[in-house]
């Protein structure tokens, strides 16, 4: 058996970040070398790691142009040999990172996205087990074919399901609907079922960035913040109350969306579906979808805002929307 080669791409956040002298606080500064250099059981195994230090960013300054140069460099450090890559990065943005880099994923090389929820000032700081864990993960055979996954406290989450459940907790990352795919012990990958299938997306990006909103339903709102939003948007998502349901002040505002732009119906809950045809009442799920909104399905809102994202910046039209939604979200 050949020695496996990992690609690590460094992005930034919390896991590479020291304290400022000036300002007294942690920022991005750690070089993806320094991070492996402070992770020395990674000199004990098998793997070639071949490293790239590609940005100095917290999680929430990430944005497309990033995300796509990084998919396109993990991309040729594919083609050029590399069994799985690792992609550190800040927390706060690594559930929609991942499903990202997942959906313009298309071959069987695991991407494994991971970071810290300590920084490396703070007593049990967890960025180096993460990091070995993760290079463990992409460099195991086990995960070829699972596309893109986030690795923390040893357990594995696929892109598509795993959500930042905690602000603070070591254990913040979990798999709400499914559970994770499976963990790992004594310098393995242990599944705990088979993969499942993807469906993915990849090609260039050749439209111009598309303006997707998110728009959140509350209470007692009149849509007027909506309609403005609305107005703004190449793709609008919504994220209803419950199974998909929104104010009936709401539904002449979509009705209109919908007709000129891709609006996808999502829940806020952030875990169960939304429904096709259990409720019929004015801004019930069944009424939306007849007035042409997309289901969203399983995805929650934001992956839901990733795909449509994705779909208008590869420059495919409502019907094509549509279908991507219904194979997706099922």
């Known amino acids: 058996m050949h020695t496996r080669t990992v690609a690590i791409f460094s992005l930034g956040g919390t896991i590479a970040m020291t304290t400022d002298p000036v300002t007294g606080g942690v920022v991005p500064a750690l070089s993806a070398q320094e ?17 790239h230090d590609f940005r100095r960013l917290p999680g929430a300054s990430l944005g497309f142009d990033d995300l796509t140069a990084l998919s396109e460099a993990i991309a040729d450090a594919f083609e050029a040999g590399c069994d799985g890559a690792v992609v550190t990065q800040g ?21 494994v996205v991971t970071g810290a929820m300590r920084n490396p000032t703070q007593p049990g700081a967890d960025g180096p087990a993460n990091i070995h864990a ?11 074919g699972a596309g893109t996954v986030v690795v923390l406290g040893d357990e594995i989450h696929a892109a598509r399901t795993v959500r930042k459940s905690h602000s603070t907790s070591p254990a913040a990352f979990t798999s709400p609907a499914t559970g994770p795919l499976g963990c790992l012990y004594e310098g393995r990958v242990h599944l705990h079922g088979p993969l499942a299938t993807r469906t993915t997306f990849p090609g260039p990006l050749t439209e111009p960035t598309p303006r997707v909103g998110l728009y959140t339903a509350t209470l007692g709102d009149d849509g007027t913040l909506l309609a403005a939003m609305s107005e703004a948007c190449d793709g609008l998502v919504v994220a209803a109350f419950g199974v998909g349901h929104v104010p009936q002040n ?7 969306t919908a007709s000129r732009i891709p609006l996808v119906l999502t829940t806020r809950i952030g875990n169960g579906p939304v429904l096709e045809a259990t409720y019929s009442f004015p ?9 042409g909104l997309i289901r969203g399905g399983h995805l929650d809102a934001y992956k839901a805002r990733l795909l449509l994202h994705v ?20």
């Not at 690594?94 to 994923?105: K, S």
């Not at 709401?250 to 209109?256: G, P, R, S, T, W």
């Open 35 to 51: 991070l492996l250099d402070a992770v020395p059981a990674l000199q004990s195994l098998d793997i070639d790691l071949q490293v």
């Open 91 to 111: 927390t706060d943005t690594i559930e929609e990172t991942a499903y990202l880099l997942d959906l313009l994923h298309a071959g069987d090389q695991p991407i």
């Open 134 to 144: 993760a290079v463990i993960a992409a460099a195991d055979p086990a995960l070829n």
């Open 250 to 256: 709401f539904v002449a505002i979509l009705e209109a």
């Open 283 to 291: 801004g019930s799920e069944k009424d939306l979808l007849g007035r």
């Open 311 to 330: 779909l208008l910046a590869q420059g495919r039209k409502s019907d094509e929307i549509a279908a991507a939604f219904k194979t997706v979200a099922r």
